[in-house]
């Protein structure tokens, strides 16, 4: 989901087209645009004797059909699905394609237990460690734990290309929302400093356009982040007892007013960040900042 504008790289994705990217690496884009999804939810493909998949995506039946077709398409069976979270536009057609594709084997973290918009039908073979490496057609794939969207969220990345598939971890030309309490922007930006220590050349979102200036955008959104967090800061310095609500017209002056309902859920995201840190305390939904 947007927030404001980071920089834009190549072109948007066209839904229901398979598009290669790189040698044996390619990109399926499901019919399902929306405020939150942009073009629709990506799926990425890689693979020359075998494929495997990134992000099923939500359950459509034409973009399980894209995917089961791509094998032909391709001339390679699918064998692995791997999923970066249990967002319902993210991994729901992971069910169809296992009752298709029995033998392939299913990778990512299960849905966190009691929280909304979570694919319950999501059943992991394995549940990746950090850094975990998967053999896949001759090369490797690396799961790198990433929370902070989620808390189950994994970017993989595809190691011969340095192509890192991103889920909603990072999009191209927009920030995501964190959503508490699933959401934490104290992991999320953990996770975005983890990523500038690997070797990425490019950078797959699970919305939008490929990220060709990888390391740019990492250190761009931990910027703009810890800035948002330091206007947070000041507008509680300035207004104690304030709610997220309250808040949200002076720390996203910057932000369309019809947004400011999906800021103020980063906003609180902010705000719990600062209470971890010891720099502000809650009382009944009221915010006071604590002077270090």
Not at 50 to 58: H, K, M, N, V, Y
Request: charged residues 15%; proline residues 8%; glycine residues 6%.
């Amino acid at each position: 989901m947007s927030e404001t504008t980071v920089p834009v790289n190549s072109s948007e994705p066209i839904p229901g087209q398979l598009t290669q990217l790189l040698n044996n690496v390619y990109r399926l884009c499901a019919n399902n645009p929306s405020m939150m999804t942009g073009p629709g939810t990506n799926t990425y493909i890689y693979g020359k004797n075998e494929l495997a998949i990134f992000d099923a995506g939500p359950k459509l039946e034409s973009h399980i059909n894209n995917i089961l077709a791509a094998q032909g398409t391709l001339g390679a069976p699918i064998t692995r699905i791997f999923s970066s979270h249990t967002h319902s536009d993210h991994s729901p057609a992971v069910a169809a394609l296992k009752s298709a594709l029995p033998a392939a084997e299913v990778i990512g973290l299960v849905a966190p237990a009691g929280q909304d918009y979570e694919d319950l039908t999501f059943v992991p073979d394995v549940q990746p460690e950090d850094d975990q490496r998967f053999e896949h057609d001759g090369a490797s794939v690396q799961a790198i734990h990433t929370p902070g969207h989620v808390a189950n969220h994994i970017c993989f990345l595809i190691e011969e290309h340095g192509f890192l598939t991103t889920g909603d971890h990072l999009m191209n030309g927009s920030t995501v929302v964190i959503i508490p309490p699933k959401g934490s922007m104290k992991d999320y930006i953990e996770s975005l400093e983890k990523l500038s220590h690997h070797s990425i050349q490019q950078m797959g979102p699970g919305h939008g356009a490929v990220i060709a200036n990888p390391q740019e955008v990492v250190s761009w959104t931990i910027k703009h982040r810890l800035e948002r967090e330091a206007k947070v800061a000041d507008a509680l310095k300035s207004n104690p007892g304030f709610s997220p609500a309250q808040l949200v017209p002076t720390v996203y002056a910057d932000v369309p007013t019809h947004l400011h309902p999906i800021a103020e859920l980063s906003l609180h995201a902010h705000l719990i960040k600062l209470k971890m840190d010891n720099r502000a305390v809650e009382t009944q939904g009221s915010w006071t900042y604590v002077a270090a």
